[in-house]
């Protein structure tokens, strides 16, 4: 049986990242030890790169605010969406001392990351092999397969990867992911979702598995969608090679910046109208590959259900006059609390908790 992987939180990865941003700016310079321990950690997926470069961009300006959003001991936390991004964001890279930052510490990290690009480059250590990968709920998470693709899952994802000789196949079980595919025009890449199938030579583009419709977008490239009446057979001379049966039909095609929500069990077209994203749009279905979630006018009812996948709580509309009040603004992923009190203070909403897991949204 495959084993199954379980991937470490983007929240964990965010605050390893700052501890060693925080050591880098200490008066020591580092050991050979800890700048190999550095290096290493580095290579462990490329969002753990990604993540250290983006707090290396944000750590002067972090300081620049120092006054304005760390608060004082013995001062309460404060309100609103920016105060509380800002205080969790100080949070982060404060240690027993007032962080500030010298050139010389961005300029040991810059080498760090730079030399981690390198080694990482010629070394296996990050590729993940055929498995299961799984992320919990509220978690984002970056795999890199061995022909060099990157899979990022979405919040409570689940999927199984089976690359063989001849194909490149991954079984999409619950939740989204983005592929960003290696070009290998001899060796199909295939997504399995559901009922239904997209196949890839090398191109990028999101799946999402919704209960009667895979919402499917694409970022690069090109892709082609098949219904589930396809099954992968093996061939006479190898057996344990699957490969797409010779009666394969796809049901059309997506092209860079179009979504679709494709309806694998209709007998045929993709089931809903094709969508041609601008790069405005495109950069909002896809926010969450930041660890963001943007709005810009949907309904509270369609926000709820977007921000529900990815906290433990059931956040629940139940007046039915505010279901339709038009909600625009960035929320970080595991920014709920902070989503919640901006509902409160500036949507007029009251918010009440009348169980621990539990939170009534209504009309003051």
Partial sequence: MDNIH???????????????????????????????????????????????????????????LAELSFPLPGSPRPDGLTANMRYQFRQLFTSARQATVTLSAVFTLCMAVAIGLLINSGDSSSVSGNGIYQTRIGEQNTITLSDGSVIQLNTNSRLQVNYVDQLRQVVLMAGEAH???????????????????????????????????????????????ISSATELAATPSSQSQPQPAPQQQTRGYLVQGQSVDFKPAQKDGLGSQVHQLQALDLEHELAWRQGLLLFSGESLKDVIEEVNRYTKLDIQIIDSEIADISIGGQFKVGETEAMLKVLETSFGIDVTRPSANTVHLALK
């Fill in 179 to 225: 592929f960003d595919v290696a070009k290998e025009p001899d060796r199909p890449f295939l997504v399995k979702a559901g009922e239904g199938m997209v196949q890839a030579v090398g191109t990028a583009f999101s799946v999402r598995l919704n209960p009667e419709a895979l919402r499917v977008t694409v970022t690069e490239g090109k892709v082609a969608l």
């Fill in 6 to 64: 379980r991937l470490t939180s983007a929240q964990d990865i965010e605050q390893q990242a700052a501890d060693w941003l925080v050591r880098l700016d200490s008066d020591r310079p580092l050991s050979q030890d800890e700048l190999q321990q550095l290096k290493s950690w580095m290579q462990t997926s490329p969002a753990h790169r990604e993540q250290l470069q983006r707090l290396t961009k944000y750590w002067h300006r972090a300081n620049q």
